[in-house]
């Protein structure tokens, strides 16, 4: 388990709405955290995925903002390194954004991406 600040940015928007996930799940806000990661899938070849955990595995990378947990697997970390979450609300709709710089293209429906 490594701890690492600049892994990946979680911003004001997310923290919320996720530790309102965690409470929602009644998950213990002291281990439990938020899993960010990267599947193979999609148009552009790879995906991002998140889920709720209620603790980071031997070999996740944790970032820490606000007392919320973010892990990220060894396999993802290459992927997602100095990307940031946002949560968005607007006229048509609203959920979680990564902002990637690592992406070098992305499908048109913007579920998938690829790097370079």
Avoid: W
């Avoid at 991002?48 to 993802?76: C, N, Q």
């Amino acid at each position: 388990m490594l701890s690492q600040t600049e892994m990946v940015t979680i911003l004001p928007r997310a923290v919320v709405k996720v530790s309102e996930f965690l409470k929602n799940e009644n998950k213990e806000p002291a281990k439990a955290g938020l899993r960010l990661y990267v599947a193979g899938g999609g148009c552009s070849g790879l995906t991002y995925g998140m889920a709720l955990e209620d603790g980071p595995s031997e070999e996740d990378i944790i970032t820490e903002k606000e007392g919320l947990k973010i892990f990220v697997d060894p396999f993802s970390a290459k992927y997602l390194k100095g990307s940031s979450v946002d949560y968005i609300e607007s006229i048509e709709g609203s959920g979680f954004k990564i902002n990637n710089p690592n992406v070098t293209s992305s499908c048109g429906c913007g579920h998938s991406f690829q790097t370079g």
